[in-house]
């Protein structure tokens, strides 16, 4: 690993809390700081076309850093097929997820499924006809 130096003017306030966070974590200023960029790099998912999810925040970003706005339903929606990134996921299962104990029509779900697509971009999630739907990332 090659070892690069990096001069930052931290204001006090800053200043105050990395020295906090680097007792809190028993590190050293500098650890501290790999330690506090690394969870911030960690904490997104790529979800193509320059939109990511953020873990920690629990919110879909655009390209210009600009939270897209799903509503709760949508990213219950969202969270249940992030959660299966790599699977199916039927239609039963996402319904019982976004609506808990509701009877919803199959129409509801795909009208839901439309909104995200336009508020992201339409191949975020992809359909499986009869079967459900899954990541498209």
């Known amino acids: 690993m090659s070892s690069n130096i990096l001069t930052i003017d931290l204001t ?5 809390f990395l020295k906090s966070k680097s007792k809190e974590y028993n590190l050293s200023i500098e ?3 790999k330690e506090i960029l690394s969870q911030q790099i960690n904490s997104r ?3 193509g076309k320059g939109f990511y999810y953020d873990k920690v925040l629990k919110k879909v970003f655009d390209r210009k850093n600009v939270d897209v706005g ?3 339903t949508q990213m219950n929606i969202f969270h249940t097929i992030l959660k ?9 299962l996402i319904k019982k997820n976004a609506w808990k104990d509701k009877n919803t029509s199959i129409f509801t ?3 839901m499924i439309k909104q ?3 508020k992201t971009y339409y191949g975020l999630i992809k359909s499986h ?5 899954s990541a498209g990332f």
């Open 12 to 16: 006090k306030d800053m200043e105050k």
């Open 70 to 72: 799903l509503t709760k």
């Open 84 to 92: 299966s990134q790599n699977t199916i996921v039927e239609v039963d």
């Open 45 to 47: 998912i790529d979800l």
């Open 116 to 118: 995200i697509r336009d």
């Open 109 to 111: 779900l795909r009208n």
């Open 129 to 133: 006809s009869s079967r459900g739907y």
């Open 31 to 33: 650890e501290t700081l």
